[in-house]
């Protein structure tokens, strides 16, 4: 079966470390930060839509599905993916892809490589990994699923995110470092405080030189 792939992105988050503020909506390269990643994650997916919590207004120019955690209590990322799986499954496709709303750079081919290693085994969960680190925000979840998860929620206060993929046939998929200008960065580098962001700035402005 060809997986039909929904994108997911993972705005959830409290910022305590950006200071105040939404950060997936400050200001990188002249657009909100998530407008980088939407651009990028659009043309990898079937249909696209953000999780976070509050006012959904706050994104309405991207003009997407705002998914609210089921789950009290900004409960992290697993409350997200469990979202992005409701979404999903109403939609009738078979996986998410998740994506961070801080991670402007992430691979163009996230989507592809991930559903490769998903190849026959469609049960499977496939996260993304670079310089000998696992981001479990970024991953390919088959809606299948779903139940399962909403159940682990349901019964445990462990909300960490392998705590849950440990328990289900699960794989890796490494991405090297990419180039930005004249830099070479992990591709999955995010912008979680003032100074990430400011790099990131830098990184979009040498790109644009």
Do not use: Y
């Not at 305590?16 to 909100?32: A, F, N």
């Not at 709303?101 to 989507?111: E, N, R, V």
């Not at 490769?116 to 088959?142: D, K, M, Q, Y």
């Not at 462990?158 to 890796?172: M, Q, S, Y």
């Amino acid at each position: 079966m060809i997986p039909v792939v929904g994108g997911v992105i993972l705005a959830g988050g409290l910022s305590r470390r950006m200071g105040s503020g939404d950060k997936s909506l400050m200001t990188l390269g002249g657009k909100p930060m998530i407008g980088h990643v939407v651009h990028r994650l659009v043309p990898q997916c079937v249909a696209l839509a953000i999780n976070a919590n509050g006012d959904p207004q706050r994104f309405s120019a991207f003009g997407l599905p705002v998914l609210s955690d089921s789950i009290a209590g900004f409960a992290g990322p697993l409350a997200g993916i469990l979202a992005g799986l409701d979404w999903a499954s109403s939609e009738k496709m078979t996986h998410i892809v998740t994506a961070a709303s801080d991670t402007p750079f992430f691979p163009s081919a996230l989507c592809a490589r991930l559903t490769e290693v998903n190849a026959g085994r469609s049960g499977s969960i496939i996260l993304a990994s670079s310089s000998g680190r696992t981001h479990p925000v970024f991953g390919l979840w088959p809606v299948s699923l779903r139940t399962d998860l909403a159940s682990w929620m349901a019964q445990t206060q462990t909300r960490k995110v392998l705590a849950w993929v440990d328990r289900h046939d699960n794989d890796i998929v490494d991405f090297p470092p990419i180039r930005l200008g004249l830099s070479e960065i992990d591709p999955f580098f995010n912008a979680n405080t003032p100074a990430d962001l400011k790099h990131a700035e830098q990184l979009v402005n040498e790109t644009n030189q």
